[in-house]
């Protein structure tokens, strides 16, 4: 029989299952903190609970079956999930620890961990590599929490050295919104990993019903929307759903989202050569986000086997 997978649950949940319940925030500091690999290391349990706990109960629910290294120090890994379906993830170093001239560290390496939340997807944008093997199933909480726990492991980045999480993986996150948002609590869990909602950030092609839902929910999260075209033609060219999900329908919603009024939203928009790019685009996109506190990331199409789109030059980035 299949061991359940103990990272699904929150601390709350995993207190009604073993008892005494304050034997729950001992299991979780020994997993998230401690980064321990087994049942028998967790020396504070009885004997008999940690049999019982390893009879019933795994921490990991996926493994690492291949790293590749950017010569920006970014780091891809690819995880395997215990059906034999895989999914990426991505360490991004942001901020290079300093030194003053003693040699005594100032600042610590900075991290952004980019993590998947399903295993293929339904949205089906036509840029899109993952979209292509089709959708095969969401990813559960404790999957999408175990990506960070390994690649933090991994890297040997300390438990109190927090690090900011972007669902911008594989998958649409907002068609998880139940597995995600229990992601985001199990995070935040001072006894799990600590990292404030606020270091959260949640990307969305833009399901405007689910980014009202998730607003709802008041996680505190940020929200990141992948918008990449101004107008609807073009956009439900590139992203079917949006014949559905309009542009305005999303600005809508965009604009009733709670967000701490020092943070931004950002708007991802993929430059594509000679789709996009041109200064009409530029303004129009200038015009659609006036009045929201916004923040526009642009971002290189990059090329793979078989697709029709280009990257554009330096020179046309910089222009628009």
């Not at 990141?224 to 949006?242: C, Q």
Request: hydrophobic share 35%; aromatic share 8%; charged share 30%.
């Amino acid at each position: 029989m299949q061991k359940i997978n103990l990272l699904d649950y929150t601390k709350e949940e995993l207190s009604k299952e073993i008892k005494p319940s304050f034997r729950t925030k001992q299991i979780y500091q020994w997993i998230y903190h401690k980064y321990v690999d087994s049942f028998e290391e967790m020396v504070n349990l009885p004997k008999q609970l940690r049999v019982e706990l390893e009879e019933k109960y795994t921490f990991k629910p996926l493994e690492i079956v291949k790293v590749e290294i950017s010569k920006d120090g970014s780091k891809k890994y690819l995880f395997k999930l215990h059906d034999g379906y895989t999914v990426e993830s991505v360490l991004l170093p942001m901020k290079k620890e300093e030194f003053d001239k003693d040699g005594k560290r100032i600042h610590h390496t900075k991290y952004t961990i980019c993590i998947s939340s399903q295993v293929g997807c339904k949205i089906g944008c036509s840029f899109c590599l993952t979209a292509k093997e089709g959708f095969k199933r969401n990813l559960t909480s404790g999957e999408i929490t175990s990506q960070v726990l390994e690649i933090k492991k991994d890297n040997n980045i300390a438990q109190e050295r927090r690090v900011n999480i972007v669902f911008m993986g594989m998958g649409e996150p907002l068609d998880n919104i139940k597995n995600v948002a229990k992601a985001v609590k199990i995070f935040s869990d001072l006894d799990a990993l600590a990292i404030s909602p606020r270091r959260q950030t949640i990307s969305t092609s833009g399901l405007s019903s689910q980014i009202e839902k998730l607003g709802k929910m008041n996680l505190g999260v940020l929200l990141a929307i992948s918008l990449h075209a101004v107008d609807d033609e073009l956009r439900s060219e590139l992203i079917p759903m949006n014949k559905a999900y309009n542009i305005h329908s999303v600005i809508q919603a965009v604009k009733k989202f709670p967000i701490d009024k020092r943070k931004k939203v950002l708007f991802e928009y993929l430059v594509i050569d000679g789709i996009n790019d041109d200064e009409k685009s530029a303004n129009k996109l200038v015009k659609l986000l006036n009045g929201i506190r916004a923040k526009v990331n642009l971002i290189y199409f990059n090329p793979y086997p078989g697709t029709n789109y280009k990257r554009p030059t330096k020179q046309k980035m910089e222009k628009f």
